[in-house]
Structure formats: structure tokens, C-alpha cells
């Protein structure tokens, strides 16, 4: 577990070893989410509707939606 420190400034530096996971490079935009005292830091995804595309898969039984749009006829 690597840590970092925050500057006079207010600002950390992210270190190598979660850079490299990230496949952070100078410039890059990251994601920084609060949830309650933990703080993630998430590569910002170069399209948010790509990110989520395809996460309710599976979700559903197959016939579910074609039931549901029989329904509101």
C-alpha cells in the first residue's frame, strides 16, 4: 500500500504503483468520489456512456422486457 502526502498547497502527488494501475499519464482527468471518509480516485472514463454500457446485463430474465412492452398496450 503506497501513501502520499498533501502539500501546502492542498495537493498530493498519485503514487507510481496506482498510476500504473490506472494507466495514468501527465494531463490525464481523473474522478475524485467521496463516500462518507474514503475517497476513491477513478480514471475519468473518455465516455460516460460507453462506462456504462452494458451493466444491467443479465439483469433481467430474457423475456421480461417484451413482457413489460406487452403491457403497456
Not at 5 to 16: H, L, M
Not at 18 to 23: H, K, S
Not at 31 to 45: D, F
Amino acid at each position: 500500500m503506497a501513501s502520499a502526502t498533501v502539500s501546502s498547497k492542498n495537493q498530493i502527488v498519485i503514487p507510481r504503483e496506482a498510476r500504473d494501475a490506472l494507466d495514468l499519464r501527465a494531463g490525464d482527468k481523473v474522478l475524485v468520489v467521496v463516500r462518507g471518509k474514503r475517497v476513491l480516485v477513478l480514471q475519468k472514463p473518455a465516455s460516460h456512456r460507453g462506462a456504462i454500457r452494458g451493466l444491467a446485463t443479465g439483469v433481467y430474465p430474457s423475456r421480461h422486457l417484451p413482457k413489460e412492452r406487452e403491457s403497456w398496450e
